[in-house]
T-cell receptor
Framework: DAGVIQSPRHEVTEMGQEVTLRCKPI?????LFWYRQTMMRGLELLIY????????DSGMPEDRFSAKMPNASFSTLKIQPSEPRDSAVYFC???????????FGQGTRLTVV | AQSVTQPDIHITVSEGASLELRCNYS??????LFWYVQSPGQGLQLLLK??????LVQGIKGFEAEFKRSQSSFNLRKPSVHWSDAAEYFC?????????????FGTGTRLTIIP
């Protein structure tokens, strides 16, 4: 398996634009997590899914953020409208069973100007 | 609520020297404990994990960690560091029970290796 695949690797967008980040988890993994990493706040869990169903979205910072998982092999994190303070590295991770090893993608570095 | 503290933000070690990175956790029951490493521009990679059993766990790249329940600690060690070990290291704790599958990460320790 190629591991968790995220796209794009880098995204630069203007304030107010819609941004969509994509993630393909490892095949067979039932859990998918979206994290955000910044210097100020470290690694924060935004939302996670179990069998494509959102379980906990309490980490999503605002209504401007939304995440979907239409099937077991694809998830998106959308920011609309984007703001400069959304600039961060966004990671997707998946795991086979709850509370076991999470496999991380390489991240998407988002810059909102 | 579970939490993780990594008291050292930045550590500098000479190549070949031993290393210990500290991690303290707060959790009301037996936790799952993890150490991850992040190289620049990369995602996090699991070094080792503790679920139960032997409190000294071995991981990849020559790392080991010891779970000490009495001290609520899970410190990472390596007897002799290599320049390639320079990275950011994260300790994480997960609950033992299902229904709350969130891993909580510490703020990380940046490791610098000097020749």
């Amino acid at each position: 398996d190629a591991g968790v695949i995220q796209s794009p690797r880098h995204e630069v967008t203007e304030m107010g634009q819609e941004v969509t980040l994509r993630c393909k988890p490892i095949s067979g993994h039932d859990y998918l997590f979206w994290y955000r990493q910044t210097m100020m706040r470290g690694l924060e869990l935004l939302i996670y899914f179990n069998n494509n169903v959102p379980i906990d979205d309490s980490g999503m910072p605002e209504d401007r953020f939304s995440a979907k998982m239409p099937n077991a092999s694809f998830s998106t994190l959308k920011i609309q409208p984007s703001e400069p303070r959304d600039s961060a590295v966004y990671f997707c991770a998946s795991s086979l069973i709850a509370n076991t090893e999470a496999f991380f993608g390489q991240g998407t570095r988002l810059t909102v100007v | 609520a579970q939490s993780v503290t990594q008291p050292d933000i930045h550590i500098t070690v000479s190549e070949g020297a031993s290393l210990e990175l500290r991690c303290n956790y707060s959790y009301g029951a037996t936790p799952y404990l993890f150490w991850y490493v992040q190289s620049p521009g990369q995602g996090l990679q699991l070094l080792l994990k503790y679920f139960s059993g032997d409190t000294l766990v071995q991981g990849i790249k020559g790392f080991e960690a010891e779970f000490k329940r009495s001290q609520s600690s899970f410190n990472l060690r390596k007897p002799s560091v290599h320049w390639s070990d320079a990275a950011e290291y994260f300790c994480a704790v997960g609950p033992y029970n299902f229904g709350n599958e969130k891993l909580t990460f510490g703020t990380g320790t940046r490791l610098t290796i000097i020749p």
